[in-house]
């Protein structure tokens, strides 16, 4: 239980583009769903709260017209990186929080989308 | 942002070598979760702990949350190649963000 799936896996996009990344929780539902990015060998860094139905909540230097994020259903949010350019490489990784539950406060995480802008 | 203060950073152990890390901060936590990270893909969940004191196991790890709720270690007992990767500890205060480590890069030589 408690799968999360993002999509697509990789990406390759050119300078100036738009790309969106799914973000799908499987078998449970999120009221909640949170955005990652990951630079090489450092640690996750929270970019955005998504909640449903609801705007979505930035961390401070995150720039929210350039990252838009849509959570419009239970089970489903997505991040569309605007206009994208080289410095927006990275691995971008969601998760999600179960709805109800015993233990709604976990997190658990999708496997990571790798964009790559040239 | 906030980060927890996990140690070591990495290790280079032989295979059947038992691994023990941990994670300490200066303010409390509601709930401690261990999580692990192969190249290319995102954490997955090994351990949550939800109770101060509270010991639990998930095959041959093994994590405990501090008494005080400042502090968690994993183990990880008799290694195996597979264990390979980046173990991560987050912290969490009630419906809050998660609070990550630096995480600990495991190398296994078999």
Known sequence: GAVVSQHPSRVICKSGTSVKIECRSLDFQATTMFWYRQFPKQSLMLMATSNEGSKATYEQGVEKDKFLINHASLTLSTLTVTSAHPEDSSFYICSARPSG????????FGPGTRLTVL | GQQLNQSPQSMFIQEGEDVSMNCTSSSIF?????????????????IALYKAGELTSNGRLTAQFGI???DSFLNISASIPSDVGIYFCAGLKGAQKL???QGTRLTINP
Do not use: A, I, M, S
């Open chain 2, 68 to 70: 005080t709720r400042k």
């Open chain 2, 99 to 101: 609070v990550f480590g």
């Open chain 2, 30 to 46: 509601n709930t401690w979760l261990w999580y692990k990270q192969e190249p290319g893909e995102g954490p997955v969940l090994l």
């Open chain 1, 101 to 108: 539950g015993p233990h709604p406060d976990t997190q658990y």
